[in-house]
Each structure stands twice: as structure tokens, then as C-alpha cells.
């Protein structure tokens, strides 16, 4: 095993960091500061809508995409001015499977320590017991090409950790796989966090980040919105109780009460439905339904949800419809 | 710098170990075309009478073709090895991304690419020499002999060099969707104007075609392999496909590994 010095730094610094790409007629800022800084042993979430700048920020941070400006540090390394210490700190797991066609299983875990100067005898072990421990050893001997895509991207988490990185990066892992294979997969990745293995990861599910993640960022077009964790981000960020009534009746009477309520915020009816935005729920419905029963409607189905990463992330980043 | 080197020789050895599996392949691919070639021309042209008549003298076609057709295993073998799984990588297999994680400059993930396909290359070559030497009717025996080792070794190293790391800038450029024109628009043009089959000095009846070639580089392979292997069939002055050939591989080789660096690091 390849016992690499554990520094002080901070596994991943960013200082205003920035990326312009040239474009015409105007150039395209996809990052425009970005400060962050992750802790050691933290399982860190970018999120965000298509194009808000989090593939180009892994790309800065795992050195294939050049900053336009700024400062990004691997464990104290510039992937600038350092790249190649930067890139043997770090484990990436892509959102395209790029595991070795040409190689078996087993030799895609081997070959990657040996890049890494792991030396053989220890890149096989590695190889080995990596399998094992991702239920893998069965197709060893597999060429990789026959994998289903769970098992390619179980594999492709293997390879990352085969040189045991200071950071592990995981782009958009579960875009696109089944739900088995994403329980599966969070589970691995549970057990990693566990074991103290520092991770960035991007998505676009919220219920992944609120279920993986100590901290999260959420960006929109380059720029940092929001920082905390889960549970801060949704006391801070106007996340509201969604309270949905349906009415049998005219709903108009409730709607105009709700209003007036404390601790609402906003008011949507349409049809038989009355959706409620209430940063402050208590007692609300309570009084709903006994108001709805004076005007005499009749509340069929009330629903109360509550504050989700979902709504933070839509009140932050607004509705509209991106490509 | 030792772990540096220490990547270059595992990413060798991750391909000679992509060459063992694939060996088949390659043999067929590299024997084939010099092995039809030398059956048509070196053995079925005699027998049924036919052959070449030309400036080359009194010596057989067969000696001019030796050091052509090892240029063209060479050159070909070079092009193909390098710039086909790269125009893979680069596209669906995406296997590239990865590749240049690998804990050294982007620049040398593609130097290992030109060594990987420089040492293919020479495989090659030792690959199709007995072939190219052996096959041939009787009486239309090849006079091919090493004349010079200290030209022969280096100008094979450096056609090695040149024509893989012209794989390299091609298998960078070219879109995926138009890989099926290598063959039709470089290799087989390349093949066909690089005086495989005539020396070079022969051309001099048709002057603009003997001054057009000499920006083909298998012009400067067949040539250095004719003076080194067989110096009694004209060819150029040692100086100039030297020259050609060293400034060549060398520019190439920075050409290319920039436009791959462009091309992976935005």
C-alpha cells in the first residue's frame, strides 16, 4: 500500500477562482470566483442546474481544465504550476465510463497502481483486495468491455481508490443508473466516508446530496449561491412548509383566509387545489380546516411537506427551464 | 523526475501487455499487404513473364521493393497504431480522459503514445524484412545486404520516430466520423508517392512529381533504407533524408504533442 504523507492542507483549497472560455461575440464565463475549502475527511456536494459551472470546476480542480484565474490546491499543490502532484493526490471517477477496453478487470486495478508507482507485488494485492471489497472478484478475468454499467462504474470507483487519493471526485455518479444500483452505490460511498476518505461529489439530485453530504455548495452560472450543510441550508435559505389542500367546493373562500394567516408566505390555488407557503406551519392547517368548514367547503386531503434541498435549491436558482 | 519515468514505463508496459493479447491481429495486419505484394510481383510477374523494365538498370525489382515495402510496414504500421485507439479514446470510449490523470505532464502520456508506436513500428519491420526477403521466384532473388549499420540502425529508429509520431497529430485532429478517410486521403497516397516502388532519382522525367514528393515522409524512409540496404540502386545523398528524417520526427514530435496537450487540457 502506498503510504502517502497526509499534510496539513487542506485536501482541496480554491482561491477566486475562474474560468473564461473564449466565445463569440462574448466570452463565456462558466466560473467567475469561486472560493472553497474542503476539510479532511468531508464528503463535500457541488450542486447545481445544467451549466452552472460544476463540470467545469472539477475539470479546474483535476487539472484538465486550465483556470483563467485564481488559485486551485490539491493538499497544498497547484494544478497549475503543479499538475502532476496534483493529479497523483487525487482519484476520479468521470461521468463517462473510462475504464481500459482493452484490459480485464483485474488488469485495469493493476495497471492504474503501476501508473501511480505502485510498485507490482503491492499493485496486485491492491488489485485484489480492491475487488474484493466491491464484490468484484467473481469477474476478475472479465474483459471490462462485457460489464453492465453498475458493475462498470463500481469498477471505476475501484480504480480510483487503487492509489489511495488524498481526494476522491465524483462527477454526476448516479446520472442514469437504476435505482438498486444507486442505493448500492451510496452504501459504498457511506462506508468510504467512514473509512475517512475526503470526496467532492456533483449532482443534480437533491435527495442525494441531502443524504451524502456534510456540506454542500450550490451554484448557478459560475457563482457560489449558497454554502452549509443540509440541514443549514434549509433553515436559512426560505425553504417553506408546503401545505396542500384539496377542496371539494370552491377553493377561493380558503384561499383568501390563508392569506391572511401569520406565518404564510405565499398562496397558489387553482382548481380544487390550494398550495401554501408557510415558512412558520405551525398551527396553519389547524386553523384552515376549521375556517374551511365555517365558509362551508369540505377538505378532502390535506399534505404538508416539508422543507427539502429541492425547494432551497429552487428558491436559489429559480424555475425556469434549463438545457 | 524518477516517478515520471517510473508512469512512461508502466504506460509502456500497459500496451505491450494490449499488444501480447492483440498479436494476431497485428501480425495479420502488418504481414498481409508486403506479403500479397512480394507474391504478385516478386513471384507470380516472373513466372508468367511479365516484369518491370526500368531506369533502376540490371537490378530486379525485387531489390528496389525490400527496402520500399519495410518504409511502408514502417510508416503504416506506425500511423495505425498510434492514431486508431486514439480517435477511440478521444470519442466513444472516452478512455482518454483517464489516461491523462496519469500522475505526469499531459505531454508524456503522448511521448509513451509515439515510443509505444515507434517500438510497433520496428516490430514491424523486423516482421516483414524475411518476408520481403525470402518470397520471390527463382532467379528474382533480392540483393539486399546491411551495408552500413550506423546508417541503417539510426534512419530505422527515426522512420519509426517520424511515422508514429504522425500518428500521434492525426489521430489528434481527425473527427471520429471521418476515420474511414485516413486510409483514402494519407495512407494510402503516402504509399503509393513515397518511391516505394521506383528509387527517388528515377523520377526525374516527370520533374514536378520527383520535387512534389519530398514532402511525403516515406520518401525519406525508402531512401535511407535504400542507401543503407541496397547502395548500388541510386539514391539521395545521406545528408538530405537524414536531415529530412531527424528534423522531421523531432518537429513532428513537438507538433504533435502540443496540438494533444490543446487538445486534452482546455
Known amino acids: 500500500m502506498v503510504a502517502q504523507a497526509r499534510t496539513a492542507e487542506s485536501p482541496i483549497r480554491t482561491e477566486q477562482l475562474r474560468k473564461v472560455y473564449p466565445g463569440k461575440p462574448d466570452p463565456i464565463v462558466a466560473v467567475e470566483s469561486l472560493d472553497l475549502e474542503l476539510r479532511r475527511g468531508e464528503f463535500f456536494g457541488l450542486l447545481g442546474p445544467n451549466g452552472a459551472g460544476k463540470s467545469t470546476t472539477i475539470g479546474m480542480l483535476t487539472t484538465t481544465v486550465r483556470p483563467s484565474g485564481g488559485r486551485a490546491l490539491i493538499a497544498g499543490m497547484d494544478v497549475r504550476t503543479n499538475a502532476a502532484a496534483a493529479k497523483r493526490r487525487i482519484g476520479v471517477v468521470s461521468q463517462a465510463n473510462t475504464l481500459d477496453r482493452s484490459l480485464t478487470v483485474w488488469e485495469n486495478l493493476y495497471y492504474h497502481g503501476r501508473f501511480f508507482g505502485v510498485p507490482r507485488r503491492q499493485a496486485r494485492e491492491r488489485a485484489d483486495e480492491l475487488l474484493e471489497q466491491f464484490a468484484l472478484s467473481e469477474r476478475a478475468q472479465a474483459m471490462v468491455y462485457h460489464l453492465s454499467g453498475g458493475l462498470a462504474q463500481r469498477l471505476m470507483i475501484a480504480r480510483a481508490l487503487v492509489h489511495e487519493p488524498e481526494v476522491l471526485f465524483l462527477d454526476e455518479p448516479t446520472s442514469g443508473i437504476d435505482p438498486q444500483t444507486r442505493i448500492n452505490l451510496w452504501s459504498i460511498l457511506r462506508d468510504l466516508h467512514r473509512r475517512g476518505q475526503t470526496t467532492l461529489l456533483t449532482t443534480h439530485y437533491m435527495e442525494e446530496a441531502d443524504a451524502l453530504c456534510e456540506r454542500i455548495a450550490i451554484l448557478d452560472h459560475g457563482r457560489m449561491l449558497a454554502l452549509g450543510s443540509p440541514a443549514e441550508l434549509k433553515r436559512t435559505h426560505g425553504a417553506d412548509t408546503l401545505i396542500v389542500l384539496t377542496i371539494d367546493g370552491d377553493p377561493g373562500p380558503v384561499a383568501e383566509l390563508a392569506e391572511r394567516l401569520d406565518g404564510v408566505r405565499a398562496v397558489e390555488s387553482d382548481g380544487e387545489h390550494v398550495r401554501i407557503f408557510a415558512p412558520r406551519p405551525e398551527g396553519v392547517l389547524a386553523k384552515l380546516v376549521t375556517a374551511a368548514a365555517e365558509h362551508g367547503a369540505q377538505v378532502r386531503d390535506a399534505a404538508s411537506q416539508q422543507p427539502s434541498l429541492e425547494t432551497v435549491f429552487l428558491a436559489l436558482t429559480g424555475r425556469e427551464y434549463r438545457e | ?266
Not at chain 2, 508468367?48 to 519495410?70: C, D, E, K, R
Open chain 2, 1 to 266: 523526475m524518477r516517478a515520471q519515468v517510473e508512469t512512461f514505463l508502466a504506460l509502456l508496459a500497459r500496451d505491450a501487455r494490449v499488444l501480447r493479447r492483440q498479436l494476431g491481429q497485428f501480425l495479420i495486419r502488418t504481414i498481409m499487404q508486403p506479403l500479397l505484394f512480394v507474391f504478385v510481383f516478386a513471384y507470380v510477374f516472373p513466372k508468367i513473364g511479365q516484369g518491370f523494365h526500368g531506369a533502376s538498370g540490371g537490378v530486379s525489382f525485387t531489390t528496389v521493393l525490400v527496402p520500399g515495402l519495410i518504409a511502408v510496414a514502417i510508416n503504416f504500421q506506425g500511423i495505425q497504431a498510434v492514431a486508431l485507439p486514439l480517435v477511440q479514446e478521444f470519442s466513444f470510449s472516452k478512455e482518454i480522459e483517464d489516461r491523462v490523470l496519469s500522475p505526469v505532464p499531459v505531454w508524456v502520456v503522448g511521448l509513451e503514445k509515439i515510443a509505444a508506436g515507434a517500438l510497433q513500428s520496428l516490430l514491424a519491420a523486423g516482421v516483414v524484412f524475411p518476408i520481403v526477403y525470402l518470397v520471390h521466384a527463382h532467379g528474382a532473388a533480392p540483393s539486399v545486404h546491411i551495408h552500413d549499420v550506423a546508417l541503417f540502425v539510426p534512419t530505422l529508429v527515426f522512420a519509426c520516430i517520424l511515422s508514429a509520431a504522425l500518428g500521434l497529430l492525426i489521430g489528434t485532429v481527425i473527427e471520429p466520423r471521418k476515420v474511414t478517410l485516413l486510409f483514402a486521403v494519407v495512407v494510402i497516397p503516402i504509399t503509393f508517392l513515397g518511391c516505394v516502388y521506383y528509387p527517388w532519382a528515377t523520377l526525374t522525367p516527370i520533374l514536378w512529381l520527383k520535387i512534389a514528393v519530398l514532402v511525403n515522409p516515406l520518401v525519406y524512409m525508402t531512401e535511407g533504407l535504400r542507401a543503407s540496404l541496397t547502395p548500388e540502386l541510386p539514391h539521395m545523398p545521406v545528408w538530405a533524408f537524414s536531415l529530412a528524417l531527424v528534423g522531421g520526427s523531432t518537429g513532428l514530435t513537438v507538433v504533435s504533442l502540443r496540438t494533444f496537450t490543446r487538445r486534452v487540457v482546455t
